[in-house]
């Protein structure tokens, strides 16, 4: 068994210097894998050498080998193993996931009952005397243990997207983790989320306009040789304010609450009209009404005098497709 303490060394002693490779979950990998490497050798060594003449010891040898191991080379067999890795048949760790419900209260005891009376971060046993002692995670819905659970505050995105609530509830290290890693990424789509909340909030619905006249903006703007200057002040913003349409970090959610966002986009907004306005090439990119022969001409970001509708846009009376000539 020397060679598998010498691999428990070398994992311990790389673990110390090697970031992020003392993960638990690899270090037992890594484990499992000497230990069926050691196993596989000496049961072959065995059959080939013929030096266990006696069967009892062949016998003896076998019941030191885990099931598992024995049956390894069975593919079914080896997922399952690996699979309990992770846990065990009553507990497995919380995964990285994105919850967009709110939580119904739920009286402790069921919940931690449905814990199989274990912390959901470490899957520790709790005795019924100490359920009490158990901290509760707003995020994941479950109890943690004071080694899980140091009373981190985070928002929590289900309660921003439906409820417009930014307070900060407690969490466990695990979720706080989780929630910081993602705040400043764009993986929120409120109109598939929640399309109510424009209605429920103000500032939201006023964010929304922007956003939709600076991404025709944008487009147009990239256009014209002449739009490089305006087009780093959109440099002030993450990109995909303006690239995409209702996709917001939960940082660009608190910013709009704080009302630190608005003001930016109007002041990007009111450079890029000023340059289409003024520029010979960006007038040339303009539409006219055919019908009503108006002498204004129609830009995509003028949402308050025309409507994009797909490949096309559509004025109070009247339709026409993007550079081409519709009949009555």
Not at 72 to 96: H, M, Q, T, V
Request: glycine residues 4%.
């Amino acid at each position: 068994h020397a060679d598998i303490f010498h691999c428990l060394y070398c994992l311990t002693f790389r673990s110390s210097f090697e970031p992020g490779s003392n993960s638990a979950e690899a270090t037992a990998q890594e484990l499992c894998r000497a230990f069926r490497k050691h196993w596989l050798q000496t049961d072959s060594a065995v059959q080939l050498s013929g030096c266990l003449s006696s069967s009892k010891q062949r016998l003896v040898l076998k019941e030191e080998i885990p099931r598992e191991l024995e049956s390894s080379l069975n593919l079914a067999e080896e997922i399952k193993f690996i699979s309990k890795l992770r846990g065990s048949s009553g507990w497995a760790p919380p995964r990285s996931q994105i919850i967009f419900n709110i939580h119904p209260s739920v009286k402790r005891d069921a919940v931690v009952a449905a814990q199989n009376f274990t912390c959901v971060g470490c899957g520790t046993p709790i005795e019924s005397k100490y359920i009490r002692r158990l901290r509760y995670c707003d995020y994941l819905g479950k109890y943690f243990c004071d080694c899980c659970h140091s009373y981190a505050q985070s928002s929590i995105p289900a309660r921003i997207l439906l409820k417009w609530d930014f307070k900060k509830y407690y969490v466990c290290n695990f979720s706080k983790h989780l929630l910081d890693s993602i705040w400043q990424h764009p993986i929120f789509n409120v109109s598939c989320i929640n399309k109510a909340l424009y209605t429920k909030s103000k500032e939201m619905d006023r964010v929304r306009e922007v956003q939709e006249q600076l991404f025709h903006l944008k487009k147009l703007l990239k256009t014209c040789r002449f739009g490089e200057s305006v087009l780093k002040e959109f440099e002030q913003v993450p990109s995909h304010l303006t690239e995409e349409l209702h996709l917001f970090s939960l940082d660009d959610l608190v910013k709009i609450k704080r009302g630190q966002l608005l003001p930016l986009l109007k002041d990007i907004l009111k450079s890029s009209t000023s340059h289409v306005d003024g520029c010979e090439l960006c007038q040339a990119k303009g539409f006219i009404c055919e019908f009503c022969q108006s002498a204004d001409l129609l830009f995509p970001y003028q949402i308050a005098k025309c409507k994009r509708c797909t490949g096309m846009f559509q004025t109070k009376h009247f339709s026409f497709f993007l550079g081409e000539d519709v009949g009555v």
